[in-house]
């Protein structure tokens, strides 16, 4: 019987192929919303681990998350160094990184930070950042870059960089005077760490030095170069001396000494008098933002569902279609001994196949797809997808997929039974 | 008469036996079969001549266990069809019994080898009996086809579908004989052939089943070949419910 059936299906293969191919698409788009849906809230939730709080001006929680942390949108205002001193000085605190953000190079953010940050900085659970090569910056014009930073650029340690000011790709600010030196590339982490180049506050201060002197120093007729007084900046050694001149940063990430204290230091930074502040704790604001892209997140998940839907429906129509020129073949089957319940079967067993081999390319699109589309989705999106083993959530949307096909063949099948005892072994069609 | 392939089944002397067999389809139009008697014995070649639309087809379909008997006895071989379960009715009709359509009798994207064993796939005991005479059911296939000329290689390679459909009913006719079924019913395989052909196919037949012992039910409208089979049974006579205008029960004759 199975022999016959492929056979019979081989006949038709072309129909067939078309029918595996819509379902194989439609699965691989279903199962590739639900993949990218669960990868980015994988890779959302594993950016940023081990840090308690976020400390930034007062604004959205998301939006201080998504700047902060995944350098996405623009920077929330700038705080005072007063502020992170007072917070960092809490009992409760037992590390608290300052970054500035707002600038960056060839594309990629520049994130100004102390070495404590690849102390502290914690991503997928446990792990913390590792150098490749070299070491972590110690003077104002040293740069630390991640992996793809380095893979992109071709930057190595030891080369030098030009950092400019203002976000977004093109910027026409270049201090080509001032080159920072790569002394390190960080080792791939899947995270936005990858994308950014680090420099100390002094460096990032130093990149700015030209900027505040206002914009009268920019002209843009001499080839919007900026002649910058600051340009020839002392070095910073050190955060006595810093603090005299860093006056703002972007964030802090916070590490507490015991978790439970973090909505007590989030009220106290929330409450904090000198200037207005925000704290949020990462996990739960990423929660928000997951009930804000949730909207979204179903609607794509419901036309999928609808796509799967046609697809199954463009197969019960070719298999209809069929029935008519397959009546004289289950005749034939029927008069050399094939019962009523064989050729339903045949007939139904074809949607199951057909449904499988559907499913089964539609996955192994879904992952041809995430193998290609990887490294784009990471340099575009940011987004870090992994190549991993369907998830049990996959797993039940493909079984819901192969249980519709399963029902759709028993249309078919049933017409196709009562044909066969109408017809009997006599059809004259 | 028994064949040279004969079982036991083939021994016994009464291979359709029907008394008094009705059967109405559901819409309630009253009766399409209503026969008192009839009976066809181990190895006869039987034609059953009778218009279009007078129930022909539905009482193949009874003695081919398709269609399930209603009232009456339909004991073939022995075995009342009446008792079986459809499972069991098929089992019985994939065992004993081969049939030949009048058109489109082969599956399209089978070759012709492959249409020809089809029976031996759905029966063990028919395909036990293609190995008795062969050391493969697809060589017992080319013989079948061999003594119905169709052994040209080339016939063999192409498909069916590309045959003529001589050839086609000849392929047929090689699978309703193929495995030593008890009984071929045959639905007026002629009538999509001219007359050469029809002459030339029927003479096979009819020598095949002579040669094997096989009790052959051929249908047709066409009573001209008569004299060519042992006995005739004209339908409208046989058939009360026939409403055909020898309503008039006739003596059936014995030709042979």
Not at chain 1, 273 to 292: D, Q
Not at chain 1, 365 to 375: T, V
Not at chain 1, 409 to 418: A, D, Q, S, W
Not at chain 2, 212 to 235: A, K, M, N, Q
Request: glycine content about 10%; aromatic content about 6%; charged content about 20%.
């Amino acid at each position: 019987m199975l022999g016959l059936a492929l056979k019979s299906l081989r006949n038709r293969r072309f129909t067939a192929g078309l029918t595996v191919l819509s379902i194989a698409l439609s699965v691989a788009l279903l199962m590739g919303v639900e993949r990218l849906r669960h990868e980015s809230q994988r890779s959302f939730a594993s950016t940023i681990s081990g840090t308690d709080l976020i400390v930034g001006a007062r604004s959205g929680p998301v939006h201080l998350l998504l700047s902060s942390v995944f350098r996405i949108g623009s920077p929330t205002n700038a705080i005072s160094w007063d502020s992170y001193e007072a917070i960092a000085a809490l009992s409760a605190t037992a590390w608290a990184v300052p970054i500035s953000l707002g600038d960056t190079h060839r594309g990629f953010p520049v994130a100004g930070t102390t070495a404590a940050y690849f102390e502290h900085y914690r991503y997928a659970r446990e792990r913390g950042l590792t150098l490749d090569e070299g070491r972590v910056f110690e003077s104002a014009y040293e740069a630390v870059i991640g992996s793809e930073v380095a893979r992109t650029l071709d930057y190595r340690s030891g080369r030098s960089m030009v950092l400019s000011h203002g976000a977004g790709n093109v910027s026409f600010q270049r201090h080509e005077e001032a080159p920072f030196r790569v002394t390190a590339v960080l080792r791939a982490t899947g995270t936005p760490v990858d994308r950014t180049v680090f420099v100390s506050l002094e460096g990032f201060d130093a990149m700015h030095a030209g900027m505040r002197q206002g914009p009268a120093d920019y002209d843009p007729l001499k080839g919007g170069r900026v002649r910058r007084p600051g340009a020839q900046h002392a070095e910073h050694d050190g955060r006595d001396e810093h603090k005299d001149v860093a006056q703002a940063i972007t964030a802090i990430l916070v590490g507490l000494k015991s978790r439970a204290a973090a909505l007590q230091v989030q009220r106290f930074v929330n409450e904090y008098a000198a200037e207005p502040l925000t704290a949020i704790l990462p996990g739960a604001t990423l929660l928000e933002l997951w009930s804000v892209t949730r909207v979204a997140e179903r609607a794509l998940l419901t036309i999928a569902a609808f796509v799967v839907a046609v697809g199954l429906i463009g197969m019960l129509t070719t298999l209809l279609t069929n029935l008519e020129e397959r009546r004289r073949e289950m005749a034939i089957l029927r008069a050399v001994g094939a019962g009523p319940l064989d050729v339903m079967a045949l007939v139904a067993g074809e949607a199951v196949f057909l449904t499988c081999a559907g499913a089964l390319l539609g996955v192994a699109l879904l992952y041809g797809f995430l193998l290609l589309g990887a490294p784009a989705l990471q340099a575009h999106f940011g987004l870090f997808v992994e190549i991993a083993w369907p998830s049990g959530r996959e797993l039940g949307v493909l079984g819901l997929v192969l249980a519709l096909g399963c029902l759709v063949g028993l249309v078919p099948g049933y017409r196709i039974y009562r044909f066969t005892l109408a017809d009997g072994m006599t059809v004259r069609l | 008469m028994a064949g040279p392939m004969g079982g036991t089944l083939r021994e016994r002397d009464m291979i359709v036996d029907v008394v008094d067999l009705q059967y109405a389809w559901r819409n309630g139009t009253g009766p399409v079969i209503d026969i008192p008697s009839l009976r066809i014995d181990a190895g006869e070649r039987v034609l059953l001549w009778g218009p279009s639309g007078s129930g022909k087809s539905t009482l193949l379909g009874l003695l081919g266990g398709v269609v399930p008997p209603q009232q009456g006895r339909l004991r073939l071989l022995g075995q009342d069809l009446a008792r079986m379960r459809g499972p069991q009715r098929d089992r019985f009709r994939a065992d004993h019994i081969g049939v030949i359509f009048q058109l489109f009798n082969l599956v399209p994207y089978l070759s012709v080898v492959e249409n020809v064993t089809l029976p031996c796939r759905f029966s063990s005991h028919r395909r036990a009996n293609a190995l008795r005479q062969s050391s493969s059911i697809e060589r017992e296939a080319i013989r079948w086809l061999t003594a119905l000329e169709l052994s040209d290689r080339e016939i063999l390679d192409r498909p069916v579908v590309e045959l003529s459909v001589g050839q086609q009913q000849r392929v047929a006719a090689a699978r309703a004989l193929i495995g030593a079924p008890a009984m071929v019913l045959a639905d007026e395989p002629t009538s999509a052939l001219d007359a050469d052909l029809k002459e030339a196919f029927l003479g096979l037949l009819l020598n095949e089943c002579a040669r094997e012992g096989t009790t052959l039910l051929f249908v047709s409208h066409d009573r001209s070949f008569l004299p060519r089979f042992d006995r005739g049974v004209d339908f409208a006579a046989l058939n009360r419910a026939c409403p055909g205008p020898s309503a008039e029960p006739v003596p059936r004759r014995r030709i042979a």
